[in-house]
C-alpha cells in the first residue's frame, strides 16, 4: 500500500518551531498534484483531529485553535507538503499525520510525534 511518508517531528520547547514535511511517492506524484492535502494531528485518548489542510489550487483552512502559529504549503513539482508550527504550546504534543485526497483514493502516512515541553 502506498504511504506518504511524514518527517521533521521532534522536542521542542514552548513557544518554540518545527518544520513538518510530508513527501509523496514518485507513483503518486499525479495524485499529489490535483489532490488535496492536508495535516491532522492525535493525542493519547483523543481522536485524530484536521489541523490544517491545502487545496490543490490553494485554498487553505485551520483549525481555530492553531490560526496565525500554523502555516500549511506544498511543492507540487516534488510532491511535498509542509507544515510550519510557531509559537508552539504544549498541548500541541501529539503524532501528526498528513493526508492527500484525491478523486479516487486517500493516502495517509505513519506520523511524526511532536512533544512540546514546557
Known amino acids: 500500500q502506498v504511504q506518504l511518508v511524514e518527517s521533521g517531528g521532534g522536542l521542542v520547547r514552548a513557544g518554540g518551531s518545527l518544520r513538518l514535511a510530508c513527501d509523496a511517492p514518485?507513483?503518486?506524484?499525479?495524485?499529489?498534484?490535483?489532490?488535496?492535502m492536508a495535516w491532522y494531528r492525535q493525542s493519547p485518548g483523543k481522536q485524530r483531529e484536521l489541523v490544517a489542510g491545502?487545496?490543490?489550487?490553494?485554498?487553505?483552512n485551520y483549525q481555530d485553535s492553531v490560526k496565525g502559529r500554523f502555516t500549511i504549503s506544498r511543492d507540487n513539482p516534488k510532491g511535498t507538503a509542509y507544515l510550519q508550527m510557531d509559537s508552539l504550546k504544549t498541548e500541541y504534543k501529539a503524532v501528526y499525520y498528513c493526508?492527500?485526497?484525491?478523486?479516487?483514493?486517500?493516502?495517509w502516512g505513519q506520523g511524526t510525534q511532536v512533544i512540546v515541553s514546557s
Open positions: 493526508n492527500l485526497k484525491g478523486h479516487f483514493h486517500s493516502f
Open positions: 491545502m487545496t490543490a489550487d490553494g485554498m487553505r
Open positions: 514518485a507513483t503518486i506524484f499525479s495524485i499529489f498534484s490535483i489532490g488535496d
